[in-house]
């Protein structure tokens, strides 16, 4: 639990947990998980993946911060693979949907439309009654029918061509 225990804490007067150095996440995700591995069946698994679950959504808006930034600098590509990444390494997260809504945009500013639709498609058929459904309803029919290219997750890398160092990514409150 010392990991969890050293992660940013939300104050009012700083950034986001997630916008923060997620070091201590990280290592606090990799440690919950060695202990769930190994003791599975113990009495404290239950709250070890309660904890774990907590950790891995702040990773995950980590992620969604960043690529925003970099889409918001005109990266769309590195945008793009983060929220690959995303979408790749946290299946089950309740970030999906604003994942895959966020993919389809960066791929429609790639004008990669086939990759957008898919990712709007995708949106639409495994998250039926999520909010971001209906932004994806608006961009499908926007663009209209035509070929669709389905997302491709496996083997996905976080990229960084945006040029953009993770000291000015903290300092940047997008």
Known sequence: WCHVEQMPEDWFLTPPQWERDLSAAHDADTALARFLRDHGDSPQADEA??????????LVRHE??????YGNRDHHAAAASRLRGVLSRHRGSSFEPLALLR???A?????????????????RERFPQAAEGEAAAVHLARIGPGPTTAVQLDDVAPADDSGAT?????????
């Open 103 to 105: 993919l389809g945009e």
């Open 49 to 58: 993946r309660r904890i774990q679950e907590r950790v891995r959504d702040t």
């Open 166 to 174: 993770e000291d000015e990514i903290g300092r940047a409150h997008v």
């Open 64 to 69: 969604i911060y960043v690529a925003n930034f």
């Open 107 to 123: 791929f429609l500013r790639l004008g990669q439309t086939p990759e957008a639709r898919g990712a709007f498609v995708q949106l």
